[in-house]
């Protein structure tokens, strides 16, 4: 059985695609890197933490000579079991997947070090009669240090609604499965959910402040553009991927959103 929570100390663990749907937590120690997630570059330093829910939407990484880290890897069911029932969840999530790094002040750095170092040590004692449970509550409390770092930075309080929060989380793990590469309108995630549509955009704006339109689109483009990179893919494979209609619509709908046609994108 694979294992649901691993640790580990190098970067170059990113590569490895055992893991590549785990949801990933880096925290530098030393040194700085740049890691690029959703075609964008961002740059890690000592004290920066990196949350990224799948390693296999990083597109690659650049390590200085004395970069040093620790990284938490948590399969998806394990980390569903782990993560508090805080409204605050969804929130955060949909925020780091837009900007997944961000910084710890000095006191929060040795906190959120702290809780690394209890995984690790739990991790080292399989032979506890209670190992699921140590570890279960090990990656809870970091989570939790980690929600209110996130919060206290963005200035965001739970107050959502436990409902509205419920509904926009089950709406993002239907576009993390990939239900866009087929259907890219509200109304199907809406008839899915139960709901009617415009509920469906208002509580996406009420949680998100982005519309059900937005992440849909924010989905399929990400997607677009990974695979346009991939020049083993012809159009025609891509077309058909995301059932477009036709060439000239799927083009149309990469100029829109990636403003230039997947010809000049691809170069």
Known sequence: MAENLIIRHTIDSLGDAAISLYLTH????????????????????????????????????????????????????????????????????????????????????????????HIEKCLANPDHRFFEEVKLNAMQTLILDLFDFHARQNGQEDDIQTSSARLMRRFIGMLERGDYRQNREVSYYASELCVAPKYLSEICKQVSGESANYWINRFTILDISRLLRDKQLDFVEITDLFNFSSASYFSRYVQRYLGETPSDYRG
């Open 26 to 117: 880096i925290l530098c120690l030393e040194g700085s890197a740049t890691i690029t997630f959703n075609a964008r570059a961002f740059a890690i330093e000592k004290g920066g933490c990196c949350i990224i829910r799948a390693t296999q939407l990083i597109e690659g990484w650049k390590a200085s000579d004395d970069f040093r880290c620790v990284i938490v890897y948590a399969d998806p069911q394990f980390i569903e079991k782990a993560t508090p029932r805080s409204n605050y969840g969804i929130r955060g999530s949909l925020s780091l997947f837009n900007t997944p790094v961000f910084h710890l002040d000095e006191e929060e750095f040795e906190r959120c070090k702290e809780d690394y170092e």
